[in-house]
């Protein structure tokens, strides 16, 4: 009856859906936990990659039923397209092993709107968010004056709330902002026709998951966004408005923490950053246009829901240790390993230094990391293509030695390598322990 939960250790983008999708072949349910469309998953569906943004990616194995938990904030226009883009490729989406949790909050066009304005209101200090409406959706929640998703059963009357929302939302806009706020009717109409759709969908999902611990089933959490973008254990205020990290799939999911059994962080071999805020290892310059790539491929450095450039530099293993700190970690997945082929020597951020002062370990989780210059220690490069990679021994020497280090700065060791953007580009590692470096 085991809960695993995969949870993003940095500032998200890690590839969590690969790795996801990996573990899925293994799991019963799959359940997104937190976040909404401002996450973007890359998914392979036959020859196809697909990139979802609120269905869980384990939706992709036809053995799996996938929920979208109560931690989550779910736009049902979005929701609807990716339920139609998927029936269309043949995937299987029926209520029958598609979920959505009543609790989940809903994300009405005045939420976009919001964030959108409230986004140009901070003028040079904007957050960079999605503009998904997200915040305001979440912030509607706190308030206690929130859409739940299990008003969408009785769609007339679900309609007539989204219209009292997109009103009192709109005042806001027009007073306060200035701006042309959504139609109410409009909104009405759209959202009551969606919520007959998403109907046979509703489910207590809190149920469900405790339902399927107990029938011994394996239940794999699914982490959007990373952990630095946590509202409470992130570099605040640039952060989500959510709970990407392994106690938020606890909550997001209505499940308790006595069954859990793995708690996987997925870390890209570098660092990177989509929208603002501090960053202690970013490079400018060649390093990091040669990290980010040109934006042809796929897998380059660009942001999935927004098609922003990510900002990049060097793996921090601070944060990392950090992230295994506030996670939980039982291991790691570290992904993208044949990006840093040809770049010699490779830096990796040790520990912190302010004031003369160095630190090991972040300070105070509070602190404003901008104010940190990192220690970093060189390693050697390598030249060989890891593409072909599929065993630990076929790593060049330089490279097994890069992971291993990340071993020992975080004790945790390093289970999955991804050495390329196909499924079978992964090396599976044994499960001998690493010594925690506390
Ligand atoms: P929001 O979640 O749209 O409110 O954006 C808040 C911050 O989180 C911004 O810096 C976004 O770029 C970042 N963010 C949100 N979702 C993702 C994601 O899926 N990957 C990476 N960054 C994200």
Not at 195 to 216: F, I
Not at 301 to 313: A, L, M, Q
Not at 328 to 345: Q, R, S, V, Y
């Amino acid at each position: 009856m085991p809960l695993d939960i995969i949870v993003g250790a940095q500032w998200g983008d890690e590839g969590k859906g690969r790795i996801t999708d990996l573990l899925a072949a293994e799991a019963q349910v799959v359940a997104r936990y937190s976040g909404g469309d401002n996450a973007g998953h890359t998914v392979t569906v036959g020859e196809q990659l697909f990139q979802l943004h609120l269905i869980p990616s384990g939706i992709v194995h036809p053995h799996t039923r996938c929920f979208m938990g109560g931690g989550m904030v779910v736009n049902p226009e979005t929701l609807i397209q990716e339920i139609d883009r998927l029936d269309a490729l043949g995937v299987d989406v029926s209520p029958k092993r598609l979920k959505l949790s009543t609790a989940a909050h809903i994300v009405t066009p005045a939420h976009r709107a919001l964030d959108g304005a409230e986004e140009a209101r901070r003028g040079g200090r904007e957050l960079g968010t999605t503009r998904r409406g997200i915040g305001p959706a979440y912030t509607d929640k706190a308030a206690r004056r929130g859409l739940r998703a299990g008003l969408m059963r009785d769609p007339a009357s679900f309609a007539r709330q989204v219209a009292q929302q997109v009103q009192a939302a709109g005042e806001m806009l027009e007073k306060v902002y200035g701006l042309q706020a959504p139609d109410p009717a409009e909104a009405a109409e759209l959202y009551g026709a969606l919520a007959e759709r998403l109907r046979p969908y509703l489910a207590d999902v809190g149920a469900l998951v405790g339902q399927a611990l107990q029938a011994g089933e394996t239940v794999l959490a699914e982490g959007a966004q990373g952990t630095l973008l946590d509202l409470d254990l992130g570099t605040y205020p640039y952060v989500t408005s959510s709970h990407p990290t392994a106690p938020g799939a606890l909550l997001g999911l209505g499940v308790g923490a006595r069954q859990l059994r793995r708690v996987l962080g997925v870390a890209k071999a570098f660092q990177t950053r989509v929208g603002a805020g501090p960053f202690p290892t970013e490079l400018q310059g060649a390093i990091a246009d040669r990290l980010r790539g040109t934006g042809e491929h796929p897998w380059d450095e660009f942001g999935t829901t927004t098609g922003r450039p990510r900002r990049c530099g060097w793996l921090d293993g601070v944060l990392l240790r950090y992230a295994s700190r506030v996670n939980g970690l039982t291991e790691l997945a570290i992904t993208k390993l044949d990006i840093l082929t040809g770049l010699d020597p490779l830096r990796i951020c040790l520990a912190y230094q302010q004031d003369g002062e160095r630190h090991n370990d972040l300070p105070d989780s509070a602190a404003d990391l901008s104010e940190f210059t990192p220690v970093y220690e060189d390693l050697p490069g390598w030249q060989a293509d890891l593409w072909q990679a599929r065993r630990w021994e076929d790593l060049p020497p330089q490279a097994q030695a890069y992971v291993e280090r990340i071993e020992a700065l975080s004790g945790l060791p390093v289970r999955l390598i991804s050495v390329g953007p196909e499924r079978e580009q992964i090396i599976q590692r044994d499960t001998r322990e690493v010594d925690s470096p506390y």
